[in-house]
């Protein structure tokens, strides 16, 4: 189990909605959340070796920015 951070654009529960069933039908990915209040709208995703960049790439196909943080 790893947990990956990333940056995000999501700003409201609309976007993070648009991105939801994305992230939930991923095998490799068990359970995320987004923390709104921060100001660099944090996406924490808890998952099963799975690379950063796919990831960012499942964020940036719903038209969202997505940047993993080290």
């Known amino acids: 189990m790893q947990i990956l951070v990333f940056k995000t654009n ?3 529960v609309n976007h993070i909605n648009a991105v ?3 992230l939930n039908i991923h095998p ?3 359970k995320w959340n987004v923390d709104l209040h921060d100001c660099d709208k944090i996406l924490r995703v808890v998952a099963n070796d799975i690379p950063g960049k796919e ?3 499942l964020l940036t196909e719903a038209g969202y920015f997505c940047e993993e943080l080290e």
Request: glycine share 0%; net charge negative.
């Open 55 to 57: 990831v960012e790439n």
């Open 20 to 22: 939801e069933s994305s």
């Open 10 to 12: 999501l700003t409201d």
């Open 28 to 30: 490799d990915i068990y």
